[in-house]
């Protein structure tokens, strides 16, 4: 299946020059517009996989554009410029450009900068998912380390209070919880609370 791409360039000859190179070359041109607010409309009702942006179009630049869309559409973004300037790069990386091309360039330098582009896109995301995959195995394991704290505190106070050995203090807070139909977290919250007992329960 083919890569589908929109095409931003306000320079209609070029514009016209960018479909032919890329439709030579198996891509799928979805849209050629002449502004940047219309190629991020465009972005975000088509998905696009690659969008090739003009640095310089009215309406909307292909920074801002490529910035509007960052984390809201999977999208890798080519920017074009004229000029080749260590502070567009950083500029560029920073809205999260995937690569970039001065013109003029050739098709094959085209191609190699989508290609470049998808293949650093695809990684970013790959880290992303993994990046996310960790953060929720991180909040698991900081939930059920603070729910044995919690269980231990409660059954130190079941202890204390009523005389529970440690089995009978777990085995009321599992019964408990299985009873009322909630986390024996909650449970163990309302015996250090003071919300709860053996007293106040009924087998």
Known sequence: MSARV?????????????????????YEVVADLGRGDEALEAIGALKPDLAVLDIKMPGLDGLDVARRVQGSV??????LTAFSQRALVEEARDAGVMAYLVKPFQAGELVAALELARAR?????IIEAELARLRDEHERIAERLET???????????????????AQAFRFLQKTA?????????????????????SSTTD
């Open 148 to 166: 044995r704290v919690l269980l231990d505190r409660a059954k130190a106070v079941l202890m204390e209070r009523d005389g529970f050995t440690e």
């Open 178 to 198: 299985m009873n009322q139909r909630t986390r024996v977290r909650s449970i163990a919250e309302q015996v250090i609370n003071g919300e709860l007992s053996p």
């Open 6 to 26: 929109i095409i931003a360039e306000d320079e209609a000859i070029v514009r016209r020059d960018l479909r032919e190179m890329l439709e030579l070359e198996g």
């Open 74 to 79: 999977p999208v890798a973004v080519v920017i």
């Open 121 to 125: 896109f695809d990684e970013r995301q």
